[in-house]
Each structure stands twice: as C-alpha cells, then as structure tokens.
C-alpha cells in the first residue's frame, strides 16, 4: 500500500513569490492533516480536513496561507506572497475515520523542505 | 507556548547503553501520548503510544512511562543500537472534542555510537 506522498521534496524560492506544496494521502483515508515544523522547533498543527471540509484550521499562521483538498483526495497548500518565516519543513499526514474513544494512527509523509529567501 | 516540552535537545548513547528521553506537559485534556521517530528524509511514523490509565507500557527495546499526577511522560530505549539514531518527537492528544491533531514536543536527535 502507498503512503502519503508529497510533492515537491524540497523547494527554494524568493521572498514574495507564490508555493505550492501537494499532498496525496494514502487512499481511503479521510482525514488529511497539515503541519509545520520550523528549524529545531517542535512540529505544530496548521489544519484538518475531513474529505473535502476544513474540520480545524485554528493553526493557521495568517491568510497568505490557502489550503484546498478538491474532492476529498490530494490537497495542496499555497503560501502567497510568501516570507522569510515561512521557510520550514511542511508534513503533511492522514488517517481513517474517527471511531469516538480511539486513535487512528497519522501516518505521515516525507515533507516538503521550503525555503524562502 | 509551547504545550508539550521535551528534552534533551541532543543526545548521545554509546551502543547497548539506555537512552532516555523526557516529556512534560500542560494540558490536562490530553489523554493519549504517542511518540515518533523520524530518520532522515522520512516522515515521522509512530514509535509506541500509551494512555494515561496505565503507567508503562512495553515495546520490545522501547519503554514509555508515564506519571500523570507529575504530567511527565518518558520514551526509555534500552541496549540502544545504531540504527536507532534518529529524531524522537513526543506528542500528546486529546481524544475527547473535536480537535484531532497533535501536539508534539521540539524533537530529540539521538545518536547512538558503534
């Protein structure tokens, strides 16, 4: 079975410029999460989806950040104009259903290293 | 503020030696404890998990413990080998609510020596 993929691995761009960063989940999975971590930093929360719905977008660092997840399947996360600070690794994770009282492992991807120059 | 603090930032363990590994935190909501571990150029996977109504829980070479009334839960690695050499992040949920993510420490890099 595929794991989570993400695309691109790594991406350099300038202060200003518009990114795009792309998730595909592993098939079936209807939570796709989002999540940030900064150099040497703990890895924080930015948002979750339930298919194709924002469930919690409560970690969202401000509105030059845009996530979509068209159909329930792959989402993308566009940062526009992008900053300085927003150079970190993006991971993107999904899991099954929710079932009340358990945990459904988030299985994570590999990341996307985006640096902002 | 950070929710879930974790320490040591480094560590360094000669192999066969015992590696541990510290977590605190501050929220009560949270009743579910997994940790991860992250080698280069792969995303986190989950390590071993435990909930607060036991206080340790066993995984071959892998231990958490867990002590609530202190907040403080620990990932013990036992006859640490090098292939164990990798980032460990401490993380923590809350199973009840509508919030579902995770909340991790700042990570671990744990070397492990020939």
């Known amino acids: 079975e595929a794991g989570v993929t993400q695309f691109p691995s790594h991406s350099v761009i300038e202060k200003g410029q518009t990114v795009t960063l792309r998730c595909d989940p592993i098939s079936g999975h209807d939570n796709l999460y989002w999540y940030r971590r900064v150099m040497g930093k703990e890895i924080k929360f930015l948002l979750h989806f339930v298919k194709e719905s924002k469930q919690d977008e409560s970690g969202m660092p401000n509105n030059r950040f845009l996530a979509e997840r068209t159909g329930g399947t792959y989402s993308t996360l566009k940062v526009q104009p992008a900053e300085l600070e927003d150079s970190g690794v993006y991971f993107c994770?999904?899991?099954?259903?929710?079932?009340?009282?358990?945990?459904?492992?988030?299985?994570f991807g590999p990341g996307t290293r985006l640096t902002v120059l | 503020q950070q929710q879930v603090k974790q320490s040591p930032q480094s560590l360094i363990v000669q192999k066969g030696g015992i590696s541990i590994i510290n977590c605190a935190y501050e929220n009560t909501a949270f009743d579910y404890f997994p940790w991860y571990q992250q080698f280069p150029g792969k995303g986190p996977a989950l390590l071993i998990a435990?909930?607060?109504?036991?206080s340790e829980k066993k995984e071959g070479r892998f231990t958490i413990s867990f002590n609530k009334s202190a907040k403080q839960f620990s990932l013990h690695i036992m006859d640490s080998q090098p292939g164990d050499s990798a980032t460990y992040f401490c993380a923590a949920r809350a199973m009840s609510g509508s919030a579902r993510q995770l909340t991790f420490g700042s990570g671990t890099q744990l070397t492990v020596l020939p």
């Open positions: 994770a999904s899991s099954q259903d929710q079932l009340a009282g358990f945990y459904n492992e988030q299985f």
């Open positions: 435990i909930r607060p109504d036991v």
